[in-house]
């Protein structure tokens, strides 16, 4: 049931900044997806947002920049083994066990953050082997290109699992995306709405 409700809750939150695009002027926010499922089974996702690289860094750095765009319930100690909790309750609490908590593997300044999955509200295997990385790229003229890289998957025994796991995850990452994108288009996510919709 808790994995239904949270699909559900992603879902939501990928159909509310699909919506906002539409009504965006500007020609960048195209989410491009290069990820393959040969080889190492990379999946990979890009966007190019409007703003400096240190505006576009910002967004993740700070819970309460993450609020705004990621979770409503966040808390992010932002250093290499620092923890990353979110959830999208609304009423939900830093500690609470259903919480997803991520730990930061690697920060290096506005190039890169890696994180690999601790622990989230339903059983998933992969947490185990999967590393999740943002690449910062600064193309100029307040713009900046954001990909998640997510690897390891092919450590993933079950090969049906894999594939079920994989194909769950890639749209949710594009949308993550996509909500940036949202956030520095529009302003901040109204998550009441956002979360409300539907119920």
Not at 48 to 74: F, L, R
Not at 79 to 102: R, T
Not at 145 to 157: F, L, N, P, R
């Amino acid at each position: 049931m808790k994995t239904f409700l949270n699909y559900i809750t992603i879902a939501l939150i990928m159909l509310s900044c699909q919506e906002r695009e539409t009504n965006s002027p500007s020609k960048v926010g195209e989410v491009v997806d290069l990820s393959s499922q040969n080889g190492e089974w990379i999946q990979e996702y890009s966007i190019v947002v409007n703003g400096s690289i240190q505006e576009v860094w910002d967004m993740y750095s700070s819970a309460k920049a993450m609020k705004t765009h990621v979770a409503p319930v966040m808390e992010v100690e932002f250093v290499n083994g620092g923890k990353w909790e979110a959830s999208y309750q609304l009423g939900a609490h830093i500690g609470d066990s259903a919480n997803f908590i991520n730990e930061i593997v690697n920060i290096i300044p506005y190039k890169s953050i890696t994180t690999k999955g601790v622990r989230a509200p339903y059983d998933v295997e992969a947490l185990k082997s999967l590393r999740s990385t943002l690449l910062f790229d600064d193309l100029g003229n307040n713009r900046v290109k954001v990909s998640a890289i997510t690897t390891g998957w092919m450590q993933v025994v079950d090969a049906n699992y894999r594939k079920k796991v994989f194909d769950i995850s890639g749209p949710a990452n594009a949308e993550i995306l996509n909500c940036l994108y949202q956030r520095m288009e529009n302003g901040p996510l109204d998550w009441n709405k956002i979360l409300n919709k539907g119920m």
